[in-house]
């Protein structure tokens, strides 16, 4: 999780845009991904497509399969 953090919150600073990005705060923009495994054990799941359940981009689904207690979970 220190490298997914390290990433995210780097990469917003180092596009100078950690203002609006990097973290999940209110008032800054988030995409999100729920993924199927645990990339805290192995970041490889994040390379197969298939993993991943739902996308949020800009707080709009723009894929969701996620199905009853999951989906009402979000």
Do not use: Y
């Not at 997914?4 to 988030?30: C, F, P, S, V």
């Amino acid at each position: 999780m220190d490298v997914i953090r390290w990433a995210t919150r780097n990469g917003a600073l180092l596009l100078d845009r950690l203002h609006e990005l990097g973290t999940i705060e209110e008032g800054k923009l988030a995409d999100l991904l729920v993924i199927e495994g645990d990339p805290s054990r192995d970041l490889r799941i994040l390379a197969d497509r298939s993993n991943l359940s739902a996308i949020m981009k800009g707080g709009e689904f723009v894929k969701c399969e996620l199905k009853g207690e999951q989906a009402e979970a979000i």
